[in-house]
């Protein structure tokens, strides 16, 4: 079955600089292996999209500007019939994804189904 436009579907956001610490690593190795590994088939049906967004290039720092982000930033976002319902998840991924990996793996998989309901 063909997916089109107007299907919801949730969209994760990874903005990073050229260097990054510790624990901005752990929330990009976290958030990827929830995205590509855990929710695969969400990822093949295209309702789950992930996109890294290094924020010091011309083309991340458009859409850093868009989001208004300056350093490393998560947010996990729906889209439905064209609107964008933002959800930034930058300081619980700072607080849990290095040291509380597995409740940050949880809470982002519950997210992500959350808004895909």
Known sequence: MAQTATDP????LYF???QRCVTCKAIEKYTKEVVNADLAELVKNGKL???EVDISTPE??????KYRVSWSSLYVNKWKNG???RND?????????????PAFKKELKQKI????K
């Open 83 to 85: 609107k964008e319902e």
């Open 89 to 101: 998840m930058t300081r619980f991924g700072f607080q849990n994804a290095r040291n509380n990996t």
């Open 9 to 12: 579907y949730v969209e994760v």
């Open 16 to 18: 990073h600089g050229k």
């Open 49 to 51: 999209r992930f996109k």
């Open 113 to 116: 189904n959350q808004l895909l």
């Open 60 to 65: 991340g720092e458009k859409l850093a500007e």
